[in-house]
């Protein structure tokens, strides 16, 4: 990084609660790297920001909250910034403080969301849960916290060549953030007009680098040789572990970051969460709170425990006590007005009980199916005691410790970072829960480093990282934290000629690969770029490859080049995926290559694939926008030659000379070739099928016949539209042939087939697409009586079930088909489908849509009052429909009310519903693998397991 054009070095805190700011003029540093007076060098930057209405004031923070005023509730004259706005929305104090009364136009915990793989980061889904409101993006949201300090800087200094995008910035994210996190941050700061002058450095190296700028003359009188630091940061969103030690190098003592922690959204957001459901359990008159009283609530929770933590137990009992008032809403503003006092002591029984309790050692945190989706939409960590995290990351990197300071991994000091480790109880707790773990003496607990002002001491960590990139002062060894590996075959990544889904060991259908290759060690540092000239690969150019991609944080020793055994010390990522454009006929062919990676200078990874054969090079491209949307566990992978034969059978049955007979038996010989049942056809399998189909599109056209069994059987091929690493580059062609449409209309089994195939890809569907398709058919399906096209009912029933499985459509158009299906729906005469769809409809637990697609919760309350009203017979069909419709998620927003839960339980119960609707209304109850056939409406291939969104919304 070139320094010699930039006045000041700049470092943002980007936090979950508040954000902070500190810079240092490079101009009145010691250029030779003494480290003389740095300390009294970085300055913090106070953020100008509305406090108040039409009150603008410079604050030490800048809270992380923004507001999107709406068109009466605050005049645009008490809004106004000194810098030209291109919008209403406005960031910091007066927001957080305005919008806690106001919780349903209040953006909050957006970097929380930047990690949310079940959620399209760049949709306007925030305020979460919020209806009849602009919404932003969670990108959106952090650009503008961003975009807020820029302006707010650049008004300061004035002269353009000072201006923020012109200085050397270093942003700070959790040590914890993956890749796409970290360049969905890269992409807001771009977004907020930073360019590319962004560097990223974890946020607990930059509480330690805070601590060093400290004491940064006698640092050495503190910390000795082979000595282990523990940082431990809880924030406002999420909980952070880093180790560091210091080693002899070359004669002399050096800083070295040894381990970071995993991902834990877990953190301040918690803490007020469960303070509110304690203080809700206080209060005299019980009422069911709405999901806007429940965020108003914990927002009162997080001032009364930061007003309470901070006052002094020794003083008058006033000081420790804060009483919550919650006004009631609408026409009962003031009588329903709850209100409970909450006190220090309970508060602190609370908090050590729940998020620092002495803790049992334990070997690891036992792998979990999933996160919980908890509260207002966020995944939060299950297990919420920080203290049993805190025991599983040392005992994860125990050996690592051992190896490289032969000893046990027990810290001689801890640091403490975060707002919410702010009390010292919490600190205390922490560090006797850590010498219970290990069985420790009283004077073998880690000592404390000092840390006077948690608030800014990430921010001022960040600009000291910034003066040593430049040499100057304390550096601690770092890179990055985790090693990166890219799975490979037997014969290293073979990718021969065949179509996608023939290729083996991960590579392109998803299985697990056997060996990987190191390509990123860790602690590599930034700007470093790996060749690996001794390894040639080959890809196959102009269609689709992809790479299998695992990563480390705590495997050490792993050097770049190196080949080892997948085992569970490495973490799946999304894989790496491309298309190797090559010449200029686009023809598919094999050419050598090599693949480069670079831990780069803003500290997110890079990789390319450089032609042994041309000049050519090509980006490796993350998937942030399309995580994987299943995993295949398959227990058969068919041979080349059972595959090439069955591709013969069906040019056979298919070619223009085959008789009907042969055609409708076509399933039927290819499971007497495979020797096993349709319904247990791998995945693989499955889509090797469906690409010999697909590229032999026009067989459609022969005949009727031949019609039917295309449809029927590349949909089943290609069910549910996603899971294999190429359905992405597929579905575009089956687009194609939606937009053709069916070659027979006329003919009444192939109208049905039709919408059959379409129900079967739906998942593969872009929400564009799924919208385009709800415009076709809402002529006919919301028509009034008597108008439209009239359609027979087995194809009508086949119409809604496609409709209904469109999980990205816009909540409206879900709501305006529901408005036209339910009046349809009567006892003894309705077929069973048109109950799925209702449910498919409205169900609070999406397959594959992003959450923000659930149709709102009093919405479906109104739909159930209606229905429970009718004598149904048969009574399976509507209590198994309400039951999913009525599911529990955990999140508060999605959620129906008790009230509703209260009047369901005796009308299943008369409905004679299983066991199972009752647990799935009372409780959060994963969705299984035996459910997804049912919610699905089919069977999905196997080894096909839900995980995360599949494409991008």
Same mark, same amino acid.
């Given at each position: ?6 006045r000041?070095?700049?470092?943002i805190d980007?936090?979950t609660t508040?954000s902070?700011?500190?810079y ?22 106070k953020v100008p ?8 004031s410079?604050v030490s923070?800048l809270?992380s909250f923004?507001y999107i005023p ?8 008490a809004l106004?910034h ?5 919008n209403?929305m406005f960031?910091g104090?007066f ?9 349903s136009r ?5 970097k929380s ?8 980061r760049?949709?306007?889904?925030l ?9 932003i ?5 952090t ?7 820029r ?9 353009e ?10 942003i ?25 002058n962004?560097?990223l ?5 930059a509480?330690f680098?805070?601590w060093?700028t400290r004491?940064?003359h006698?640092?050495?009188s @503190?910390?000795?040789?082979d000595?282990?630091?523990l940082?431990c940061d809880v924030?406002g ?6 180790l560091?030690?210091?080693k ?8 070295e970051?040894?381990?970071v922690g995993d991902h834990l959204i ?11 459901r ?24 997080r001032?009364a425990?930061e007003?309470l ?7 008058n009992?006033?000081?420790?006590r804060?009483?919550?008032?919650l006004?009631g809403e609408g ?8 209100s409970?006092d ?9 908090l050590?009980?729940g998020f ?10 036992p792998?979990?199916a999933g ?10 960590e ?7 995290h805190i025991?599983?990351?040392l ?8 190896e490289t ?6 810290p ?6 975060g707002g ?5 109880v ?7 829960a850590i010498r ?11 000592v404390?480093l000092?840390?006077?002002?948690p608030?800014?001491s990430?921010?001022?960590?960040a ?5 040593v ?13 985790r ?12 990718n021969t ?5 023939e290729h ?6 998803g299985?697990?690969c ?5 390509i990123v060690?860790?602690g ?5 770029l790996?060749q ?6 080959e890809?196959?150019?102009n ?13 050490s ?5 190196q080949?080892l ?11 790496l995926?491309t298309i ?8 598919s ?6 693949v ?19 000049s050519?090079?090509?980006?490796l ?5 399309? #995580?994987?949307?299943g ?7 068919y041979d080349?030659d ?31 070739l495979?020797?096993t049942?349709?319904n ?7 889509r090797?099928?469906?690409d010999h ?6 067989w459609?056209?022969?005949s009727?016949? @031949?019609e ?5 059987l590349?949909?089943?091929?290609m069910? #549910? $539209?996603f899971?294999?690493a ?7 062609k089956l687009?194609?042939?939606?937009l053709?449409?069916?070659v ?10 039709w919408?059959?195939?379409c ?8 929400? $564009? ?6 415009q076709d058919?809402?002529?006919y ?10 359609v027979p ?6 119409v ?7 999980e ?11 408005q036209k ?8 005469k309705t #077929?069973?489908?048109m109950f799925?769809?209702?449910s498919?409809?409205g169900a609070r ?11 709102p919760?009093k919405?479906v309350?109104?739909?159930t009052?209606?229905?429970i009203?009718i ?6 069909q ?7 419709i009525l599911?529990k ?5 999605r ?11 005796p009308?299943l119960e008369?409905?004679?519903?299983p066991?199972k ?7 959060v109850?994963?969705i299984e693998s035996a459910?997804?056939a049912s ?7 196997q080894?096909?397991?839900l995980?995360?969104l599949?494409r991008?919304q």
């Amino acid at each position: 990084m070139d320094f010699q054009d930039k006045r000041y070095v700049v470092g943002i805190d980007l936090g979950t609660t508040n954000s902070a700011v500190s810079y240092a003029d490079l101009t009145c540093m010691d250029t030779k790297g003494t480290g003389v007076g740095i300390d009294n060098e970085i300055k913090v930057f106070k953020v100008p920001q509305l406090t108040g209405p039409g009150e603008f004031s410079p604050v030490s923070v800048l809270p992380s909250f923004l507001y999107i005023p709406g068109e009466y509730d605050v005049s645009k004259d008490a809004l106004t910034h000194p810098w030209k706005k291109e919008n209403d929305m406005f960031a910091g104090l007066f927001a957080r403080e305005h919008g806690s009364q106001i919780p349903s136009r209040l953006v909050s915990s957006a970097k929380s969301w930047l990690c949310h793989s079940r959620a399209d980061r760049e949709a306007p889904i925030l305020p979460w849960g919020s209806q009849n409101v602009e919404k932003i993006s969670p990108v959106k949201a952090t650009s503008e916290y961003l975009r807020h300090i820029r302006k707010a800087w650049n008004h300061f200094v004035k002269d353009e060549d000072l201006f923020l995008e012109n200085q050397f910035t270093v942003i700070t994210v959790p040590a914890s953030f993956d890749e796409a996190a970290r360049e969905y941050t890269l992409k807001a700061a771009r977004d907020a007009g930073f360019g590319n002058n962004i560097t990223l450095l974890e946020e607990p190296l930059a509480a330690f680098y805070a601590w060093v700028t400290r004491h940064e003359h006698d640092w050495q009188s @503190h910390v000795k040789t082979d000595d282990l630091i523990l940082v431990c940061d809880v924030g406002g969103g999420t909980t952070d572990f880093t180790l560091i030690s210091l080693k002899e190098s070359q004669g002399s003592p050096r800083f070295e970051r040894v381990a970071v922690g995993d991902h834990l959204i877990l953190g301040g957001d918690n803490i007020d969460l469960m303070l509110a459901r304690y203080v809700a359990s206080k209060f005299t008159q019980k009422a069911n709170l709405t999901p806007d009283q429940w965020k108003t609530l914990s927002y009162k929770c997080r001032a009364a425990k930061e007003k309470l933590l901070c006052s002094d137990s020794d003083k008058n009992g006033d000081k420790n006590r804060v009483r919550i008032v919650l006004r009631g809403e609408g026409r009962s503003l003031i009588a329903n007005t709850l209100s409970a006092d909450l006190e220090k002591n309970e508060l602190e029984e609370i908090l050590c009980n729940g998020f620092f309790p002495e803790v049992e050692p334990s070997i690891a945190n036992p792998k979990k199916a999933g996160k919980a989706m908890a509260e207002f939409g966020l995944p939060y960590e299950q297990e919420p005691a920080i203290t049993r995290h805190i025991g599983w990351f040392l005992e994860r990197h125990r050996n690592s410790i051992k190896e490289t300071l032969g000893k046990e991994p027990i810290p001689d000091h801890i640091l403490f970072n975060g707002g919410s480790l702010k009390p010292s109880v919490f600190q205390n707790k922490i560090r006797s829960a850590i010498r219970k773990w290990f069985s420790c003496e009283d004077q073998a607990l880690p000592v404390m480093l000092d840390n006077s002002d948690p608030d800014l001491s990430v921010a001022l960590g960040a600009s000291y990282y910034g003066l040593v990139k430049q040499g100057v002062g304390v550096r601690v060894g770092s890179g990055s934290p985790r090693s990166y590996y890219i799975g490979i075959a037997s014969d290293i990544l073979r990718n021969t000629d065949r179509s996608p889904n023939e290729h083996k060991n991960g590579e392109t259908n998803g299985t697990t690969c056997e060996n990987v290759l190191c390509i990123v060690e860790r602690g590599l540092d930034e700007g470093s770029l790996i060749q690996l000239p001794e390894m040639e690969f080959e890809v196959v150019t102009n269609q689709p490859v992809l790479f299998s991609m695992y990563s480390s944080s705590f495997r050490s020793g792993d050097k770049s080049g190196q080949i080892l055994q997948v085992d569970d010390s490495l973490t799946p990522l999304p894989p790496l995926k491309t298309i190797i454009k090559f010449g200029k006929k686009g023809d598919s062919k094999r050419i050598p290559v090599k693949v480069e990676a670079e831990y780069t200078e803003m500290g997110t990874l890079a990789m390319w694939c450089r032609s042994s054969v041309s000049s050519h090079r090509w980006k490796l491209q993350f998937q942030l926008r399309e #995580p994987q949307a299943g995993e295949t566990d398959e227990s058969e992978v068919y041979d080349d030659d059972t595959v090439n034969n069955v591709r013969n059978l069906l040019t056979d049955a298919f070619s223009g000379s085959a008789d009907n007979a042969r055609l409708s038996s076509v399933v039927k010989n290819i499971e007497t070739l495979v020797e096993t049942k349709k319904n247990k056809w791998p995945l693989s399998f499955l889509r090797a099928v469906a690409d010999h189909l697909i590229e032999n599109v026009r067989w459609r056209e022969n005949s009727p016949e @031949h019609e039917i069994r295309w449809l029927n059987l590349t949909g089943f091929c290609m069910r #549910p $539209g996603f899971g294999d690493a190429f359905d992405e580059a597929r579905m575009p062609k089956l687009w194609k042939v939606y937009l053709q449409r069916n070659v027979f209309p006329k003919a009444k089994q192939n109208a049905v087939e039709w919408w059959i195939f379409c129900r079967r890809i739906a998942g593969g569907l872009t929400a $564009g697409q799924q919208r385009q398709f709800f415009q076709d058919v809402s002529g006919y399906l919301l028509a009034n009586n008597g108008a439209g096209k009239k359609v027979p009912k087995q194809e009508m029933t086949e119409v809604w079930m496609a409709a209904a499985n469109m999980e990205r459509l816009l909540i409206k158009d879900k709501i305006a088909l529901s408005q036209k299906l339910i009046p349809q729906l009567k006892p003894d005469k309705t #077929p069973h489908q048109m109950f799925w769809a209702l449910s498919r409809l409205g169900a609070r637990e999406l397959l594959y849509g992003s959450v923000d697609r659930v149709v709102p919760a009093k919405e479906v309350e109104r739909w159930t009052k209606k229905l429970i009203k009718i004598r149904w017979n048969p009574k399976d069909q509507i209590a198994a429909a309400l039951a999913q419709i009525l599911r529990k998620t955990g999140d508060r927003t999605r959620d129906v009310s008790r009230d509703i839960i209260q009047i369901m339980v005796p009308w299943l119960e008369q409905m004679q519903a299983p066991k199972k609707s009752f647990d799935i209304i009372h409780t959060v109850v994963p969705i299984e693998s035996a459910d997804e056939a049912s919610i699905f409406g089919e069977s999905l291939p196997q080894g096909l397991i839900l995980s995360s969104l599949p494409r991008k919304q």
